[in-house]
């Protein structure tokens, strides 16, 4: 007997019934039964809605109530995503560090699964200076400039898809009519965990510092 179930709450209904009433009976256990049915709904219920009230919990609809609470739009269940994943996903963003360089190569690998290239003009690291070892021409290191304060050049990588399932490549030979693999037209909507170029600027935007120019290419 665990709390909450069948057996508790029939026991826990018979127990208030006056002593003249049998310990055990066909007929009376089981009208205790569908009384006590009702109770195991109603306090499975309670525990599904107390679950709810914190995000290491929560779960189905409730984490996306809770991700357009805290995010708005910015970040949504991808399709098939499950509860585990996404809440991972809330959680990394609520506490995400910001403002930093860091920070922005942290939220485009954990977008895209790829690390971005980050050049700031200013920044000696970036582009080498004359006379060490680590620059070269056409070899290490970018142009630095003086004039470009508070600006970087990004480049993001688009995620390496999953495509689409069961669906043959073009020129296949293994796709046939209506039998998987099948061949079909496919367009970017089928794409499991497409993870848009808009994503990609928008988590750009989320984590960047106020004031800040970035000149952004995105490349497959």
Same mark, same amino acid.
């Given at each position: 007997?665990?709390?909450?179930?069948?057996?508790? #709450? *029939? +026991?826990? !209904?018979?127990?208030? @019934?006056? %002593?003249?009433? &049998?310990?055990?009976?066909?007929?009376?256990?089981? =009208?205790?039964?569908?009384?006590?049915?009702?109770?195991?709904?109603?306090?499975?219920?309670?525990?599904?809605?107390?679950?709810?009230?914190?995000?290491?919990?929560?779960?189905?609809?409730?984490?996306?109530?809770?991700?357009?609470?805290?995010?708005?739009?910015?970040?949504?269940?991808?399709?098939?995503?499950?509860?585990?994943? #996404? *809440? +991972?996903? !809330?959680?990394?963003? @609520?506490? %995400?560090?910001? &403002?930093?360089?860091?920070?922005?190569?942290?939220? =485009?690998?954990?977008?895209?699964?790829?690390?971005?290239?980050?050049?700031?003009?200013?920044?000696?690291?970036?582009?080498?200076?004359?006379?060490?070892?680590?620059?070269?021409?056409?070899?290490?290191?970018?142009?630095?400039?003086?004039?470009?304060?508070?600006?970087?050049?990004?480049?993001?990588?688009?995620?390496?898809?999953?495509?689409?399932?069961? !669906?043959?490549?073009?020129?296949?030979?293994?796709? &046939?009519?209506?039998?998987?693999?099948?061949?079909?037209?496919?367009?970017?909507?089928?794409?499991?965990?497409?993870?848009?170029?808009?994503?990609?600027?928008?988590?750009?935007?989320?984590?960047?510092?106020?004031?800040?120019?970035?000149?952004?290419?995105?490349?497959?």
């Amino acid at each position: 007997m665990a709390t909450g179930d069948l057996t508790d #709450f *029939r +026991a826990r !209904i018979k127990s208030t @019934l006056p %002593r003249w009433f &049998a310990d055990s009976s066909p007929i009376l256990d089981a =009208l205790l039964s569908g009384l006590a049915q009702a109770w195991v709904f109603i306090y499975s219920l309670y525990l599904y809605a107390q679950m709810q009230t914190r995000i290491k919990t929560a779960t189905d609809g409730w984490l996306d109530l809770i991700a357009g609470d805290f995010f708005g739009t910015r970040i949504a269940r991808k399709p098939n995503q499950s509860d585990a994943s #996404f *809440r +991972a996903i !809330i959680i990394a963003n @609520l506490f %995400r560090e910001r &403002a930093t360089r860091r920070a922005l190569i942290q939220v =485009l690998t954990d977008l895209t699964g790829r690390a971005p290239i980050l050049v700031e003009p200013q920044q000696p690291g970036d582009t080498g200076a004359y006379g060490i070892p680590t620059s070269g021409y056409a070899v290490a290191g970018y142009y630095g400039s003086q004039l470009l304060p508070s600006q970087m050049f990004l480049i993001a990588f688009r995620p390496a898809s999953a495509g689409i399932p069961n !669906i043959a490549g073009y020129g296949n030979p293994q796709g &046939a009519y209506r039998t998987p693999p099948v061949s079909m037209y496919g367009s970017l909507a089928m794409v499991i965990g497409q993870v848009t170029d808009a994503d990609i600027l928008a988590a750009i935007d989320s984590v960047k510092p106020v004031g800040t120019v970035i000149w952004t290419t995105i490349k497959s």
